[in-house]
């Protein structure tokens, strides 16, 4: 089980997306920076202990219209080898744990074990903010019944439910007026 400091980080996590998202090819150009918002996501446990695996949600409202983000990071204590070096999110300064190197899970291997393990009805998703509790918006549809897939990740959420046999997942996260948008964040394609 993770535990979850109640700690700060310098700099925060939206800053460091504040200045990464719009470097990625997926992003949505808004009217200039970004201007994000935490939205929601869950935790995934590694089972070593060691990495600190977040699907988090950002919403941006620096556009005509709002749009929401998908983001899975590794926290990591050390630099991770062998990825490209625009899979840094960047680094911070954990009130509790030093340093800490923040990837962007789809080129984090713990990540995407754990992500498949989630698919395969293997791994449990964890509140953001609670210690051992299991965050009970998050769903499998389907299942992967396999370890040999692709992983597709929705980096631009989208309000909707799963469809056709993939195994989805499916979550939640809030807009700023304050309703629920829920849709698929990732998919196991076979």
Do not use: C
Request: aromatic share 6%; glycine share 12%; proline share 6%.
């Amino acid at each position: 089980m993770a535990i979850i400091h109640q700690t700060s980080m310098e700099p925060t996590k939206l800053e460091l997306l504040t200045d990464w998202l719009p470097k990625q090819s997926w992003y949505l150009a808004g009217a200039g920076a970004p201007v994000l918002a935490k939205a929601g996501g869950f935790r995934l446990d590694d089972p070593a202990g060691e990495i600190g695996i977040e699907f988090v949600v950002v919403v941006d409202t620096a556009g005509a219209e709002p749009v929401a983000y998908l983001v899975p990071m590794g926290y990591r204590g050390e630099p991770l080898d062998g990825v490209p070096e625009a899979a840094l999110v960047g680094t911070s300064e954990h009130g509790v744990l030093g340093t800490r190197w923040l990837y962007d899970g789809a080129h984090d291997p713990v990540v995407q074990a754990q992500l498949r393990a989630l698919l395969n009805g293997a791994a449990v998703p964890q509140d953001q903010d609670e210690d051992d509790t299991p965050d009970l918006t998050v769903a499998v549809h389907g299942t992967a019944d396999a370890q040999e897939f692709e992983l597709r990740l929705t980096r631009v959420l989208r309000a909707g439910e799963a469809a056709g046999d993939a195994a989805q997942l499916v979550a939640e996260w809030t807009w700023p007026d304050g309703s629920t948008g829920r849709g698929v964040f990732a998919t196991a394609v076979r």
